[in-house]
């Protein structure tokens, strides 16, 4: 069920409505009831494997809930020998769960990739033998909620807060419903205690929901899905094109990711917002960002955070790198001794990073290039200090700042040249085509008016990005823009009603395909 | 305002312009999908979705109809006229272009379950074979749901949600409508098919300037198409469902399969297509049109993959086992299982027709008055036009009158080995003085236009003072008719008016004029034709008119479509040049050249010119 369509606008307003008039205390179960509707009527018997993941980490947390109670029946200063005791039962729940989770995800997503990769060497060696290959659909949103479970698997087994009891509840949080297509991925003890918590009828929160969805609404299908028109066009067959209209095709291709997936996103904290649930952010303008790294720390938050907390950390602090920082300290030396391990760490992350995205060499590569390029720039930090030290740049001065987001968009975008392409040796043709043959009058002989949009779209798309990038600078600058827009009279409150409503109508939701009757009919 | 105020204004506003814009869109109903309210006008609404405007259509019109002929858009060139008259049935030609057999048997199985259905005929394209339940999101191929059984809400939501500047546009567009369609209305609502008016009142004949005129035969775009199993599979059990839902009814069901021009043929594999023939008809056998000399012709196509109206009438003929109409021996095999086979293996082979088969040169000339002061444009002396006519007798020719060319297109009558058209404008006395003897002497014969309103008029230009060229009288034309030499048909009944002479404002020619409305232009032609035949009939014996040569030579689309409409089957312009009668099609008889004949014009440029249209 995508959220452009009319079945999941009238699902969230029947939900909304039967939310606030539920008894209080069953209102977690409307939230629930509405998550398997959706889930049900968009990925159908996908559902079981909702129910697999919240049955496993159900138990992993009910298992590591007694072994942790155990500490709390003796004294104080026993409580550690019995964590002790225990480490390894917890340790084999945590990894039993993990295991349960991620080889089914692997399975689900990954395998024919791997089993294509390797079907070459089984034939090399075994004549004949095909690795079978998996029929199984893909859960709707399954990397999301199955991170998200284990997260809360993890931190149960940190003890950082009590398991669920109750199984309903706890599937609420595995299924609920605004973030099973594309995330935030949340904690548990962020968005646990809001799902369940008893709410009147706020209309700050439905103001603010409203706000927030029209925002996205109109990110997703005013911009992306125009973009879209474009980056389908060139990358279908990107041989057909001159460099720069591959460039073309490709700053397209970030303008609706960036459209399709922060617009996403605030339609389904938005959507949360009308139950009075705040989701996380996901996005903080990471147009702005001033590095790579400070990219990754305002895209895609939320899975970099996980990444963070349950993967980065647990290498980094690991025995195995504990032992190789030893080595680099002795051997190296200096500040580059001191990082190597974090470095290696880092280059990790952003590997698994780039797989996540998706089974496909492609995004192996993209996990290699971000991963690359982070972590060099934290090798030579040190040396970038001294060059800025030696040309007497001030690091605070708003050319220089300008410049660092410049350099930081065009290393995204050389990114996206790989995700995109139909396949990576395609990708590395492309961008070769890109700086070797742009062939530049393209982009003002007309050529841009084949690639299935008007000169009417490009302008919508043009003023809607520029609105965009107003909006986020008043917001890097000023933050939010709503409390301002509070202030002023009924007017103006009502415009901002009336102008959205509108540009949403003629420029997304309102449908004028008419056929050319030159098609159909040939002049009979 | 505060939050619970700022709800309020964002639903009320929503309501407001959503019922605004909903109600707008539902009133206007381009895409005709609501039922039959405010705006009505089915050919526009089929223009922009077939499938489901004919369905609303019919709520209103369906017992007008008793039976239908379903399909993809060459479905359109099977006429209602002949299927009625050869079924003895009321037929919906139910076309929707891009129609796949889901399309069809969703579309039968509704019409069979709501409506009364005698005779239910579908056709069958290559394409069928090509794609089975092809979704497109185009609001132009979006199926009722009440034939599709899909979501009503997720239906009707796309129509009520359109921009309103669709909705606009059929506003404006009903403004623009003229009686000839346009891209926008290109259904003719009350049979279904598209309205060719147009194309069929353009002139047909020689093939090098058909194919200038139309350079898709020449350069032929390439299809990148081929036969798909599932598409086969499906197509063939679709036509299984329905064939078993009509035997259950106690409906007659046929399945033709259309006419496919051969070049589009020529690009999938021909087993795949043999395959796919060969097991429909195991599923039940039909009326094979697909591959024949015809499809090698481009004339009997109006592009390169829809064949004509004309070519429709021969298949239905060869159905009803009509004698009287020619069909290329070839075109249209009953196919079971048995010969299937057999039938293919010629159909792979079919090679157009011989030029010599099908196609006549026929030269036309055109005299007016005969005068012992010959001169340069419309007089000749009877001494030269004698000596004309004896030197085509010399040469071979026979005269033959526009009747046997009609025999010959449409019949398949032959003609003699060099045939001319003798053809008198205005219908002066000369004539009878002068031309009538002389052809009865040499064995010829001629068509006379006559201007009905001026016969008789010997002196003076009709209840004018002005004087006039005699012309002659409906008894002397009486007994022209009575030889067998003369044929009297129309130039108009008052249509080729004198300006100079007329009180009123003079028609010159059949044009409308520009400030007429078509309507009036249409009801003025009409009666005129009505009168001139009304003339002729009434005066003399002359057993038809249905032979006009435009005055002046004057002549648009709007003006043959009507003639056409008023039974002129055959047409004459004063465009000097040879005609090529082409069998089959009857549009080689409209618009056809004459070379205008007076005193400058020897008698060895006359031989030249017929002999020149002998190629």
Not at chain 1, 100 to 106: D, E, H, I, Q
Not at chain 1, 369 to 388: C, D, F, P, V
Not at chain 2, 45 to 50: A, H, I, R
């Amino acid at each position: 069920m995508a959220f452009t369509s009319l079945s999941f606008l009238i699902l969230v307003a029947i939900t909304v409505v039967v939310y606030y008039v539920f008894p209080k205390k069953l209102q977690w179960a409307v939230l629930l009831a509405a998550s398997l509707a959706f889930y049900c009527i968009g990925g159908g018997k996908t559902v079981l494997y909702v129910f697999y993941t919240a049955t496993t980490v159900y138990a992993a947390g009910l298992l590591l809930g007694y072994f942790n109670g155990k500490k709390d029946q003796v004294p104080k200063e026993q409580r550690k020998a019995v964590m002790e005791q225990y480490k390894k039962y917890r340790q084999l729940v945590v990894l039993f769960t993990c295991l349960a989770n991620f080889v089914l995800l692997y399975i689900l997503k990954y395998w024919n990739f791997t089993a294509e990769l390797f079907q070459p060497l089984v034939d090399r060696f075994f004549h004949g033998a095909q690795i079978p290959l998996s029929s199984l659909l893909l859960p709707l949103g399954v990397s999301f909620f199955m991170f998200q479970s284990v997260g809360y698997v993890i931190d149960v087994y940190r003890g950082k807060y009590p398991p669920e009891r109750n199984y309903l509840k706890l599937l609420l949080y595995v299924c609920f419903f605004p973030q099973m297509v594309q995330g935030p991925i949340s904690r548990f003890h962020e968005l646990a205690p809001q799902l369940y918590a008893q709410r009147k009828l706020d209309y700050t929160n439905l103001k603010y929901g409203i706000q927030l969805a029209m925002w996205g609404y109109f990110k997703k299908i005013v911009i992306a899905d125009r973009a879209a028109v474009v980056v389908n066009t060139v990358m279908d067959n990107p041989w057909s094109y001159s460099g720069s209209m591959i460039a073309f095709g490709v700053l397209f291709y970030c303008i609706q990711l960036y459209g399709d997936f922060s617009g996403g996103i605030d339609i389904t904290r938005g959507v949360a917002r009308l139950f009075g649930i705040d989701l996380a952010e996901n996005f903080q303008r990471p147009l702005f960002s001033v590095s790579l790294a400070d990219f990754w720390r305002r895209w895609h938050i939320t899975l970099g955070a996980w990444m963070r907390d349950y993967l980065f950390y647990p290498l980094a602090l690991s025995k195995p790198f504990g032992k190789l920082g030893k080595i680099t300290r002795k051997k190296i030396g200096g500040k580059l001794g001191k990082i190597i391990p974090t470095s290696l760490a880092t280059f990790i992350i952003y590997f698994v990073i780039g797989i996540w995205h998706g089974a496909n060499c492609r995004y192996i590569a993209f996990g290699f290039w971000n991963g690359s390029i982070i972590t060099m720039s934290l090798l030579l930090e040190g040396k970038y200090s001294a060059i800025k030290k030696k040309l007497h740049i001030n690091d605070k001065a708003a050319w220089f700042r300008a410049f660092q987001i410049m350099r930081t968009c065009f290393i995204v975008f050389l990114g996206r040249y790989i995700t995109r392409a139909p396949r990576f040796l395609t990708a590395i043709w492309m961008i070769k085509e890109t700086f070797l043959h742009p062939v530049l009058p393209n982009l003002w002989d007309g050529t841009i008016l084949t690639l299935g949009l008007g000169i009417m779209d490009y302008v919508v798309i043009l003023l809607s990005v520029m609105v965009m990038l107003a909006a986020e600078w008043y917001q890097e600058k000023h933050g939010v823009i709503r409390e301002a827009l509070e202030k002023q009279g009924f007017l103006v409150q009502w415009l901002a009603i009336l102008i959205p409503l509108l540009v949403l109508l003629c420029f997304g939701i309102l449908r004028s395909d008419t056929i050319s009757s030159e098609f159909i009919y040939k002049q009979f | 305002m505060d939050s619970k105020k700022w709800i309020i204004t964002f639903f009320a506003t929503i309501v407001f312009i959503g019922a605004g814009i909903i109600g707008f869109n539902f009133f206007v109903d381009p895409y005709g999908v609501f039922d039959n309210i405010g705006i009505e006008w089915p050919s526009y609404e089929m223009t922009m979705n077939p499938r489901a405007a004919k369905i609303t259509y019919l709520k209103d019109h369906h017992e007008e109809y008793d039976s239908y002929i379903i399909g993809c858009s060459s479905t359109s060139s099977f006429p209602t006229e002949q299927l009625n008259e050869y079924f003895d049935a009321s037929f919906y030609n139910m076309i929707m272009y891009g129609a796949d057999t889901l399309d069809t048997e969703q579309t039968a199985r509704y019409l069979i379950e709501n409506y009364e259905v005698k005779n239910l005929i579908i056709n069958i394209y290559l394409d069928n074979a090509v794609e089975y339940d092809w979704t497109r999101d185009s609001l132009s191929y979006q199926m009722s749901p009440e034939v599709s059984g899909e979501n009503p809400l997720g239906f009707y939501s796309k129509y009520l949600f359109l921009d309103p500047r669709v909705s606009l546009k059929k506003i404006k567009d009903l403004r623009q409508d003229t009686y000839l369609q346009q891209g926008f209305d290109v259904f003719n609502a009350e049979t279904g098919a598209y309205d060719k008016k147009v194309r069929d009142a353009e002139h047909i004949g020689n093939m090098e300037e058909y194919l200038a005129a139309y350079p898709a035969f020449v350069n032929y775009p390439t299809v990148e198409k081929s036969i798909d199993e599932e598409a086969v599979a499906g197509t063939l059990k679709s036509i299984a469902a329905i064939r078993d839902l009509c035997e259950q009814k106690g409906i007659r069901f046929m399945v033709v399969c259309a006419p496919v021009y051969q070049e589009y043929l020529s690009y999938f594999d021909w087993d795949a297509v043999e395959d796919f023939y060969t097991r429909l008809a195991s599923v039940t056998p039909y009326w094979d049109f697909s591959m024949s000399s015809v499809s090698c012709e481009p004339r009997y196509f109006y592009d390169e993959t829809h064949f004509r109206n004309c070519v429709g009438k021969m298949a239905l003929a060869r159905i009803a086992g009509d004698d009287s109409v020619y069909i290329p021996e070839d075109f249209g095999v009953y196919v079971t299982p048995d010969n299937a086979e057999e039938h293919f293996r010629e159909a792979k082979q079919a090679v157009a027709l011989d030029a010599e088969e099908n196609t006549a040169d026929v030269p036309v000339l055109m005299y007016h008055h005969i005068d012992e002061q010959g001169d340069d444009s419309a007089i000749i002396t009877p001494e030269l036009f004698e000596q004309q006519i004896a030197a085509l007798k010399e040469a071979g020719y026979t005269a033959v009158m526009p009747d046997d060319l009609l025999a010959y297109v449409n019949e398949g009558a032959e003609l003699p080995d060099k045939p001319v058209v003798i053809t008198f404008d205005d219908g002066y006395l000369s004539n009878y003085e002068y031309a009538y003897p002389i052809l009865k002497q040499y064995g010829m014969c001629a068509t006379i236009f006559v201007i009905g309103s001026t016969v008789g008029n010997t002196e003076h230009y009709k209840d004018t003072e002005y004087p006039i060229t005699p012309h002659f009288s409906f008894e002397q034309a009486q007994e022209m008719i009575d030889s067998g030499v003369i044929s009297i048909q129309s130039h108009t009944y008052d249509m080729h008016q004198w300006a100079d002479y007329e009180s009123g404002r003079a028609r010159q020619n059949i044009l409308r004029w520009e400030d007429e409305s078509e309507e009036d232009y249409r009801k003025a032609l009409t009666e005129d034709c009505e009168k001139e035949r009304q003339a002729i009939l009434d005066n003399t014996t002359e057993s038809s008119v249905h032979v006009l040569a435009y005055p002046g030579g004057a002549n648009d689309i709007l003006a043959q479509e009507t003639l056409q409409e008023n039974g002129f089957d055959v047409t004459f312009t004063i465009t000097p040049g040879c005609n090529t009668l082409v069998r089959g099609i009857p549009q080689s008889l409209i618009g056809m050249k004459r070379y205008n004949i007076c005193e400058s014009v020897s008698v060895d440029q006359v031989l030249e010119w017929v002999s020149a249209a002998r190629g």
